[in-house]
C-alpha cells in the first residue's frame, strides 16, 4: 500500500458501490480508495483500488485513512463524495488539508441543512434540484445541474471544474487567515459556516444583515466564486455588524431595574451566584407564577444579601408577559432596565439548554458584565437595547412570526419598513432604556392576549414580540448593538425527538 499511496488517488465516500460509481471509478486513470456506507463488492472495483471499505469494517478503516493522510494527502486528486454520512469526516479532512478539491454528488437528496454543509465543503456540486439553489438564494461556478445524475456521464464536466476550481481552492481560505491573523484551521471555520448559513462565521458578524446591507434590494442571490467575507475586507467595509465591543469598566450613576422571571425555581441559586457581589445599585424585580414560590425566593436572595420586590404573574405568554403586562409603572423610573428568565429550552438536550443559558447570564448579569455594559450606555446616549451576540443565525424562523411582526409594528410606528434579515435577542434576555422599548408597554398587552400552555417552539406572539424588539428601539430614535465575552460560548443545540 505505501507504494501506492505515492501514487496521485482518487478518494470515493459512497452509498453504495453500484453499477454507476462502478463505471465512473473505471474511468479514473489514478488510483483510488472506496470507502461505503453500505456492504460492497469490491472484487468489482478496479486493481488501481487501494483502500476499499464498506459497513462492517468502515469505522476501522477510518481511523487508518485519517492517520494516513498526513502522509498521502499532496497526492490527493479529489475527493468524491455521495453521502451525508461522511460530511463530518470531509469537514476534518477540508479544515487539516484545504487544498484538497471536493465533489459532491447530491444523488440522495438531503435536506436544506445538509445541502448547506456540503456548501461549504465542496469545490463542485452536482445536482438536479434547481429548487433547493432558489430557496438557498445561491448560485456560482461550483454548482453542476444535471437533470441525469449517472456520473458516469459527468466525468469530463467533473473534470473541467475541477480545473477551474484548482486556481482557486486555497485563495479565500488564505486571504481570510491573513487578513483576520489567524490560522488556516480557523479561517476553514470561517469560511464553512459563512455558506452553511446556520452559524455567524465571525462574531458579530451576521451574514442576513450584511446580504440586506451590501446587496441591491432586487438582488439577494450569493454568488459562491467568492465569498463575501473577502469582498468585505476587500473593500474595507466593516463584516460585523451592529456589534459593540466591551469598554474599560466605570461605576454608572444611572438607576438599574432588574426584571427576573423565576418560573423554574430550581435556578434561583444559579442566578444568585451570577448577582453576588454587582459593584452596581440595581432594583430587583421578580415574577413567578405561584405564590407558594415567594418566600422561597425571598429566603434565597436574603442568602445572597439581596431585598427583591416579588409579583405573581399568570402562567400565559411565559417571560414576554411578566416582564411587558406587569410592572410598567415601576420600570418608568429607571434609566436602565436588564430582563433575564429562568430559561430551560426541553426542545433541545440537556447540555445545550444549559450552555444557552449560562451563555445568556454570564453575558448580562454576571457582575463584572452588569459594570461593562451600564458603560457602554453611559458612553453612548443613543444606544437603546443591548443583547449578547449569539452564534447561530436564527432570522424569522417561520412565516407566521413576520406576520404577527407587521401587524404588531402598524400599531407602534406605521413608517418602518419590516427587513427581510433580521437579528434579535434570542433567548429574550437584554439591557435597554425603558425610552427605546416602552411603545411594547404601551400596547397594553394582556395575559389573554397569548396563548395557553403548551405554546409549541415557534409563531406565537410571544415568538415575535422577541423579534421585534430591536425595531421598536430603531423607531425610537436609537439603535441597537450586540456584545461578545472572551471565552464564553453557546454549544450546538440537538432537538429533541418527542
Request: hydrophobic share 40%; aromatic share 12%.
Amino acid at each position: 500500500m505505501m507504494s501506492k499511496l505515492r501514487q496521485k488517488c482518487a478518494i470515493f465516500f459512497v452509498d453504495q458501490i453500484n453499477l454507476d460509481i462502478h463505471h465512473f471509478i473505471h474511468k479514473e486513470p489514478f488510483y483510488t480508495a472506496v470507502i461505503s456506507k453500505k456492504p460492497c463488492n469490491s472484487a468489482l472495483l478496479p486493481k488501481r483500488t487501494f483502500f476499499a471499505a464498506d459497513k462492517p469494517k468502515r469505522k476501522q478503516y477510518l481511523k487508518i485513512f485519517k492517520a494516513l493522510l498526513p502522509i498521502f494527502h499532496k497526492r490527493i486528486e479529489y475527493i468524491f463524495v455521495s453521502s451525508s454520512a461522511f460530511f463530518g469526516l470531509i469537514r476534518f479532512i477540508k479544515k487539516k488539508f484545504p487544498h484538497i478539491p471536493v465533489v459532491f454528488l447530491d444523488s440522495s437528496g438531503v435536506k436544506k441543512i445538509e445541502f448547506r454543509n456540503i456548501i461549504g465543503l465542496a469545490n463542485v456540486v452536482i445536482t438536479n434540484r434547481r429548487n433547493m439553489l432558489s430557496q438557498l438564494n445561491i448560485e456560482g461556478h461550483k454548482f453542476i445541474i444535471a437533470e441525469d445524475l449517472e456520473i458516469s456521464l459527468l466525468h469530463s464536466s467533473i473534470h473541467q471544474i475541477l480545473k477551474i476550481a484548482e486556481k482557486h481552492k486555497l485563495s479565500h481560505i488564505k486571504d481570510i487567515a491573513k487578513s483576520l491573523n489567524i490560522s488556516q484551521e480557523k479561517s476553514f471555520d470561517y469560511y464553512y459556516y459563512w455558506w452553511n448559513q446556520y452559524r455567524k462565521p465571525i462574531v458579530g458578524c451576521n451574514y442576513f444583515l450584511l446580504l440586506e446591507q451590501y446587496t441591491a434590494p432586487e438582488s439577494t442571490t450569493i454568488n459562491t466564486n467568492k465569498n463575501p467575507l473577502i469582498s468585505l475586507i476587500d473593500k474595507k467595509q466593516p463584516y460585523k455588524v451592529n456589534y459593540i465591543p466591551l469598554a474599560k469598566t466605570e461605576l454608572s450613576s444611572s438607576k438599574i431595574a432588574l426584571h427576573i422571571h423565576m418560573y423554574h425555581l430550581d435556578l434561583c441559586e444559579e442566578i444568585c451566584s451570577y448577582l453576588k457581589e454587582p459593584k452596581q445599585n440595581i432594583d430587583i424585580f421578580i415574577t413567578v407564577t405561584d405564590h407558594n414560590n415567594i418566600e422561597n425566593v425571598q429566603q434565597c436572595f436574603l442568602k445572597y444579601g439581596k431585598k427583591v420586590n416579588i409579583r405573581v404573574v399568570e402562567n400565559r405568554g411565559r417571560n414576554i408577559t411578566a416582564f411587558f403586562c406587569y410592572n410598567q409603572q415601576h420600570y418608568q423610573k429607571y434609566d436602565l432596565i436588564a430582563h433575564v428568565h429562568t430559561k430551560k429550552s426541553s426542545h433541545f438536550d440537556k447540555e445545550a439548554s444549559n450552555s444557552w443559558r449560562h451563555f445568556l447570564f454570564a453575558h448580562l448579569i454576571d457582575d463584572n458584565m452588569i459594570e461593562s455594559i451600564t458603560t457602554l450606555f453611559d458612553q453612548n446616549p443613543q444606544l437603546g437595547l443591548l443583547f449578547p451576540d449569539d452564534p447561530f443565525l436564527t432570522g424569522w424562523s417561520c412565516a407566521a412570526n413576520k406576520k404577527i411582526a407587521i401587524q404588531l409594528m402598524r400599531k407602534i410606528d406605521s413608517n418602518y419598513k419590516i427587513p427581510n434579515y433580521i437579528e434579535f435577542p434570542v433567548g429574550t434576555m437584554f439591557w435597554t432604556r425603558y425610552t427605546a422599548i416602552y411603545p411594547l408597554f404601551e400596547l397594553k398587552l394582556k395575559c389573554i392576549d397569548f396563548p395557553s400552555e403548551p405554546i409549541g417552539t415557534d409563531g406565537t406572539l410571544a415568538h415575535t414580540i422577541e423579534r421585534i424588539i430591536p425595531f421598536v428601539c430603531e423607531s425610537q430614535g436609537f439603535y441597537w448593538e450586540t456584545l461578545k465575552r472572551i471565552g464564553i460560548e453557546r454549544k450546538v443545540c440537538h432537538f429533541v425527538q418527542n
